[in-house]
């Protein structure tokens, strides 16, 4: 838990010094229709799937702290099934940080073993959080309709990083691996890796079948050749990298070969995102996944790096 708290800690710190605190994040977004009986709302933190079955719903992630009552006022707009299951993507407070709130009379939680550990140590400001069941490698929950299935294909952005798929809507929840459409944020205190994350995503790409839609961790929803673009980026960004420290280059000459290939454009942004305001531009998270993959490549210990400074973002 002690993890969890530092990175609450750093993410609360991080957005106080643009002027945003948790209380203050954008508030919790109406429910959004994504495909068959699955649902997103954004906001509040990281992205809540709602997945309604034939007799209850399920919801992915639970957002910050004290979120929970908003976050089942949207469910009330699409259906009165009661609660049965939540299932958390990764141990981050801004996707299990309203669990507490939530769980209980019968509610299960699931995650992946990784992330149970984590959940359940005690200590931090959000305190811990039951995990009822979880999972190494693959868990199917029900059958036709309401099937789900759970995947885990190793480090990324921590070291238990679920996919959670809705085959009837070919569907996918990636949480946090994914987010924003760009490098994600690697959490080396919470097992996260950089030169593990393309090796990750590409299992999930080409293991997870039939699947149209891919829901991000925070921001919209991606098409399947929109992830397949997001996968292919970060290989050439792990590759370049490794090439880039072998011929012993820095960290920005490793930026100007990734920003050579015009098909990388969209990966390499140089405005702020949405709801992104304390961790720069995707440019920027660029780079910062470039130390990260430098620091791992000459054996030093990474470390997390939420943002860089303003005057320190690349152009």
């Known amino acids: 838990m ?35 009986k699955v649902y997103k709302i954004a906001g509040a933190g990281g992205n809540t799937v709602v997945f309604e079955r034939a ?13 929970g009552e908003a976050i089942m006022t949207e469910v009330r707009k699409i259906t009165d099934k009661p609660l049965a299951m939540i299932i958390n993507t990764h141990s981050h407070p801004d996707h299990m940080g309203s669990n507490n709130e939530l769980s209980g009379d019968g509610i299960e939680v699931i995650a992946h073993v990784n992330s149970e550990k984590r959940m359940e140590a005690e200590g931090g400001p959000f305190g811990a959080s039951n995990v009822d069941r979880s ?8 059958e036709g309709a309401d099937e789900i299935d759970l995947y885990y294909f190793g480090a990324g952005h921590t070291d238990g990083d679920a996919f959670v798929a809705f085959p009837a809507a070919r569907t996918v929840m990636a949480g946090d691996i994914y987010a924003w459409h760009m490098s994600p944020l690697i959490d080396p205190g919470s097992g996260g890796s950089m030169l593990a994350l393309p090796t990750s995503v590409t299992a999930a790409y080409y293991t997870i079948p039939n699947v149209d839609y891919w829901i991000q961790g925070h921001g919209g929803v991606s098409t399947s050749s929109e992830f397949l673009s997001f996968v292919t980026f970060n290989r050439a960004l792990v590759q370049i990298a490794e090439q880039t420290v072998q011929s012993g280059g820095t960290e920005r000459e490793a930026l100007d070969r990734l920003a050579a290939n015009p098909s990388f454009a969209i990966f390499l942004g140089t405005e702020t995102l949405p709801g992104l305001e304390y961790g720069g531009s995707p440019k920027s998270r660029a780079l910062i996944n470039l130390m990260v993959a430098f620091q791992e ?5 990474p470390q997390l790096i939420m943002g860089l400074p303003r005057e320190e973002w690349p152009e």
């Open 135 to 142: 999972f190494s490698s693959h868990m199917k929950i029900g």
């Open 297 to 301: 490549l000459r054996g030093e210990e």
């Open 2 to 36: 002690k993890r969890i708290a530092v990175l609450g800690a750093i993410v609360v710190s991080g957005l106080t010094a643009v002027g945003v605190t948790a209380q203050g994040l954008p508030g919790i977004e109406g429910i959004e229709h994504v495909a068959g």
């Open 55 to 67: 007799n209850d719903v399920v919801l992915i992630d639970t957002k910050l702290p004290n979120s």
